[in-house]
């Protein structure tokens, strides 16, 4: 991201052997462009994306972390909605 964002939620919990952590950012409409455009691309290419899994539904886009353990997980989200907003979520069970 280029532009100034907002951090509009953000929430953590830890216990012994969980973590999760959960925030949105609010972004600007440039930097949301460009990150569709990113996942866009790097969802039609996955030979180059080794650590990451981008994928596009009628939701919105989504960049997921590869081979992480049963119970893990990390990820962004971008709506497609007009809000203009990230979303990251990281779960570590």
């Known amino acids: 991201m280029k532009d ?5 939620k953000h929430e953590t919990s830890a216990a012994i052997g969980d973590y999760y952590e959960n925030f949105t950012l609010k972004i600007s409409e440039n930097d949301k462009k ?3 455009s990113e996942f866009k691309l790097k969802a039609s290419d996955t030979l180059k994306n080794r650590n990451f899994i981008y994928s596009e539904n009628e939701f919105g886009f989504t960049k997921e ?3 992480v ?3 893990d997980r990390e990820l962004i989200f971008i709506p497609k ?3 203009k907003i ?7 069970e």
């Open 69 to 71: 353990p049963p119970g």
């Open 65 to 67: 972390r590869k081979n």
């Open 86 to 92: 990230l979303e990251y979520q990281l779960i570590d």
């Open 34 to 36: 460009a990150l569709f």
């Open 81 to 83: 909605t007009k809000e």
């Open 4 to 8: 100034d964002f907002e951090i509009t």
